[in-house]
């Protein structure tokens, strides 16, 4: 039975106050707005967050910035002005999250550390995100996402063997934009039995570093180095692309049982099966069975492949494109498309991955910079305006 549908979202009553850019903290603050939180995005007088001008490919606005910021109203601050510090002492006197992303030192500079907040607001829940964490040697070294893809390890075990290769997406600030938002939960939840409110640091570093733990255990208690396969894996065979007739298919196996059904329904070679009958073994000689495999792949169009592949039970992918994945079936069958709407016009953009049954994500709008500059400083500062 469908629960019916109400108009209450999970997070709504919740203010959150984001003096954010570019991509981690407002990838966290964009998962608060759709869940009804109302996020107050505070960007620089006259120039706003940097992100807004990294290309202009939607509708001739950035695609980063309307990926990350529907949902949100934007205020323009100075925050070195008298007039800037009294508009954000009047929102953080209200707040209940307060999420930040300047330069290592600059939060408490403009008097917006955590322990003077919390001294004067106790029940605020203060996110701090940097690069590196706040103390350290790499403390005040700047940090992109690159950058840090790099520190992390992360190219080391992404690319081939000739070359090591960068995540094709923002992953060390996503990593980040992750932790944050569940930081912020579950500081929402604590201070729902204690009354009291929290601050917590995540770093981009800290949280690829988590991503990466399983190549650091894998090198540091096996003696040697996870090899870069490109689209191969290092630890696990068969798991990749291999050629059918005309195109790719990949391929992931995960258990023996799964190993014993490819050989016997798939390749027709039970023989295999025992002939490489541990992973560690298939890894060894990926080379010889990815000949066995595509010899027998060859012979079939890739949707045949896939198709024989379903039939048996063994996981199996196309390659697609980003303008593929626009039009992907499974995405199309369980309409997971909507419309926000944008300065420029509406976008069409996917719901949020949490689903919850009766109660749609909120999808706001995307803000023009400084939109709500006015009529937030006439709620919050009655009698005053920008």
């Not at 600059?106 to 103390?135: K, M, Q, T, W």
Request: hydrophobic share 40%; charged share 20%; aromatic share 6%.
């Amino acid at each position: 039975m469908t629960p019916p549908s109400t108009t209450r979202l999970p997070l709504e009553g919740v203010l959150v106050v984001a003096l954010e850019q570019a991509v981690a903290v407002p990838f966290a603050t964009r998962q608060l707005a759709d869940l009804g939180a109302r996020v107050i995005k505070i960007e620089r007088a006259g120039a706003g967050d940097f992100a807004r001008g990294y290309d202009t490919t939607v509708l001739g606005q950035a695609s980063y910035f309307i990926w990350l910021n529907r949902g949100k109203e934007s205020i323009e601050l100075d925050l070195k002005s008298p007039a800037g510090q009294e508009a954000m002492a009047a929102l953080l006197a209200r707040a209940d999250v307060f999420v930040q992303n300047l330069a290592p030192g600059a939060a408490e500079r403009l008097g917006l550390g955590a322990a003077s907040l919390l001294a004067r607001h106790p029940r605020l829940i203060c996110c701090s995100v940097s690069g590196y964490g706040p103390d350290g040697p790499y403390a005040a070294k700047k940090a992109y996402d690159l950058l840090v893809q790099c520190e992390a390890g992360l190219l080391s075990v992404t690319g081939t063997p000739e070359a090591p290769c960068k995540a094709g997406i923002s992953v060390a600030d996503i990593a980040a934009g992750m932790y944050a938002y569940s930081g912020v939960l579950t500081a929402l939840y604590e201070r729902e039995r204690t009354g009291r409110g929290s601050s917590f640091a995540v770093s981009l570093l800290d949280a690829l570093g988590e991503w990466m733990s399983q190549p650091y255990l894998y090198t540091v208690y096996g003696g040697q180095e996870p090899r870069r396969t490109g689209a191969r894996h290092a630890s696990i065979s068969p798991y990749g692309p291999y050629r059918a007739r005309g195109g790719e298919v990949f391929i992931g196996l995960q258990n023996e049982r799964e190993w014993v059904v490819l050989c016997e329904r798939v390749l027709g070679r039970p023989d295999l099966a025992l002939r490489f009958a541990s992973n560690p073994d298939r890894v060894k000689h990926d080379d010889e069975l990815t000949a066995i495999i595509e010899g027998v792949l060859g012979s079939l169009s890739p949707d045949e492949a896939v198709a024989r592949l379903d039939a048996a039970g063994i996981a199996s992918a196309r390659l697609r494109t980003p303008a593929e994945f626009a039009a992907h079936p499974q995405l199309e069958a369980r309409d997971r498309w909507r419309e926000a709407d944008t300065p420029a016009g509406p976008v069409r953009t996917l719901l949020p991955p949490v689903t919850m049954p009766g109660r749609p994500a909120a999808m706001g709008a995307v803000p023009a910079l400084g939109q709500h500059t006015e009529a937030v400083l006439a709620e919050f500062l009655p009698g005053r305006t920008a």
